[in-house]
């Protein structure tokens, strides 16, 4: 009866939406069970820094199906996000449709994870090299410009080294983009937080997630890469705006 009844809810789940959680699998799994492939998957199918001699422009799909073997929790939680909010999704908008949008959100998220890169590689790069050597910022920036200047090869090394230790993985940015759509649809849906016995409204819900992952972009230090979650809602929210426009929101796919 189990057995059934668990075929059933898989054979239940729309097909873009079963095959994307089965391919985050599979590579999850690969890099488990192969935990020196899995560091070569991730340095070939994780988004790096563009200029980075790593970086590939294909890195904007792959790294979307990569997670670290190291948390199955960050796969476990994208996975049934991806379950719970889009199969919904796939039902209201048609397979097509959603597929291009969970896309366009998840590399939305990687434009934006980039355009941040650029803009803080040198400050993280000048800090950290400032505080190993016991120099203030503004010491260790005019070192570091003086040798841009001279193009000293054994700065260019260390430089090149610093920038394909840029990495992101992961579905979240389109997974934020999928939930942003699903408050978009279903505002009023009352939805639940662990160990929060009360509903909140999908509205509120994704408001709040977007003001929590906007403050921990400036301020937090983990490794999360909470403005790659805030560029799949943006992008997320022009595409949902446009369909609203077009009355095409609930529905209606165009495919």
Known sequence: MFRNGFRGMVASIPPVTKNLIIINIIVWAV????????QTIIRVLGLHLWGAS???PIQFIT???????????????????LWMFGSVLERVWGSKRYFMFYFVCGIGAALVQEIVWTCTWMHDYVSGIAQLNGLTYDHMKEIVDQALRAHDSGFSS???SFKNSFVT????GAIYGLLLGYAFVFPNQPLYLFFIPYPIKAKYMMIGYGV????LGFNASDSVAHFAHLGGMLF???ILLIWRKNGTLRGNPFY
Do not use: C, D, K
Not at 31 to 38: C, K, M, Q, S, V
Not at 65 to 78: R, S
């Open 212 to 215: 929590i992952e906007f403050f």
């Open 158 to 160: 260390a430089v090149a």
């Open 169 to 172: 993985i992961g579905a979240s």
């Open 236 to 238: 997320g929210i022009i």
């Open 31 to 38: 890099e488990a069970i192969f935990p020196r492939f899995g």
């Open 54 to 56: 790593q970086f590939n």
């Open 63 to 81: 790294y979307l199906f990569v997670h670290a073997q190291t948390n199955p929790w960050h796969l476990l939680f994208n996975m049934f996000s």
